[in-house]
Structure formats: structure tokens, C-alpha cells
């Protein structure tokens, strides 16, 4: 139990374009999603936490008109990199969690996001 | 703010050797975990570490927690080279499951 997918694996885009990524838990149901992002040989670094049915709250430094995070239901979020640039280039990966404050963060698969 | 830290970054070590990796946090939390990440893949959970004194251990992996020293570690027994990847600690702090990553080690097990 506790599955999270995510869809795409692997996107390659060119720059100045919008990118959906999708977060899924498959067989639970998320309070919490949270997106991570990870760059070559680095750790992770939280980007913002959605809980179903209200805003995303954002790390210090993530633009949130950039990243626009939805959390639309209890098994479903989405990223969406929004103008992508090289920069962006980035593995994306995103948790769930049961509860609020307590649970374990499952992960999803990431997403390869490349931007040209 | 939270700062997790993580040594060595790298460890190269041969098969059949012993050796600790050590994950340092700045303040207090109420659990910690480990994960291993093999290159171009997410994560995969290892332990989670509730309370002072916690050992958990699964086959040559053992982990443990000092909360007081806010110190955990990872001990490799007879290592082999399977266990080539790169091994992270996570905080949590308590804050809607927020975790709070290390710098991260990777390990490198020779033949």
C-alpha cells in the first residue's frame, strides 16, 4: 500500500512553454502532497505543501506564479512550471502523506523536467 | 532554521568493511528518517526513528537516534556493492510533516 505515481517521467520542453505535472496516490487518500525539487548531485529541497481544498503554502524563494501548485482532490495534486527556462531543468519529486502532521511521506517516481 | 548535515559526502569503501555514515540536526524534532536513492530514481525508505535510543535495523543497515545529541546514524555492516547509492537523513519538524533533507552521502561500495 501507499503507492504515489507520478506522470510524466520524462518531459523535455522548450523554453518559454508550460509544463503539468501530475502527483497521484493510488491507494490512499493525501491530506498533504508536497513537491520537492532536486538538482545533479544535490539533496532535496521542498518547494511548497498542498493540502487538499485550499492554497499551497511555498518555501522561501519559490516563486509561486512560476510554480502553480493544485490540489483539486484527496488522490490528485499538479506542478505546473509555468514559462520554463533552462533553469528550471530539475527533478521534480512529489510526496503524500495521510495526515496533517503525523505521517510518513510516501514518494512518487519524479519527473525529469529538461528545458531547451 | 533547521540545518541538517550529513558525513562524509562521499565513501568509497571496499566489500566486506564496516563503516558509519552521521547525520547532524540543528534543532529539536520528533522523528527522523533515512532513505536510499539510486541515481536517476526517487527515493525509498529505509527507517523511521521515533524516539531516543531508537535502533532499527534491516540486514546489513542499522540506524539509530540521539535526540538529545540530535545525532543519527547509519552503520554498514560487511557492506556490499548492492548497496551502492547515495544515502540520505530527513528531519521532520513537526510542522505539517515538513521534512527538512540532508546534504546527503554517497556510497560507493568497490569489489
Known amino acids: 500500500g501507499a503507492v504515489v505515481s507520478q506522470h510524466p517521467s520524462r518531459v523535455i520542453c522548450k523554453s518559454g512553454t508550460s509544463v503539468k505535472i501530475e502527483c497521484r496516490s493510488l491507494d490512499f487518500q493525501a491530506t498533504t502532497m508536497f513537491w520537492y525539487r532536486q538538482f545533479p548531485k544535490q539533496s532535496l529541497m521542498l518547494m511548497a505543501t498542498s493540502n487538499e481544498g485550499s492554497k499551497a503554502t511555498y518555501e522561501q524563494g519559490v516563486e509561486k506564479d512560476k510554480f502553480l501548485i493544485n490540489h483539486a482532490s484527496l488522490t490528485l495534486s499538479t506542478l505546473t512550471v509555468t514559462s520554463a527556462h533552462p533553469e528550471d531543468s530539475s527533478f521534480y519529486i512529489c510526496s503524500a502523506s495521510r495526515l496533517a502532521s503525523t505521517d510518513t511521506q510516501y514518494f512518487g517516481p519524479g519527473t525529469r523536467l529538461t528545458v531547451l | 532554521e533547521l540545518k541538517v548535515e550529513q558525513n562524509p559526502l562521499f565513501l568509497s569503501m571496499q566489500e566486506g568493511k564496516n563503516y558509519t555514515i552521521y547525520c547532524n540536526y540543528s534543532t529539536t524534532s520528533d522523528r527522523l528518517y533515512w532513505y536510499r536513492q539510486d541515481p536517476g530514481k526517487s527515493l525509498e525508505s529505509l527507517f523511521v526513528l521515533l524516539s531516543n535510543g531508537a535502533v532499527k535495523q534491516e540486514g546489513r543497515l542499522m540506524a539509530s537516534l540521539d535526540t538529545k545529541a540530535r545525532l543519527s546514524t547509519l552503520h554498514i555492516t560487511a557492506a556490499v556493492h548492492d548497496l551502492s547509492a547515495t544515502y540520505f537523513c530527513?528531519?521532520?519538524?513537526?510542522?505539517?510533516?515538513?521534512?527538512?533533507f540532508g546534504t546527503g552521502t554517497r556510497l560507493q561500495v568497490t569489489l
Open positions: 530527513a528531519v521532520n519538524t513537526g510542522t505539517a510533516s515538513k521534512l527538512t
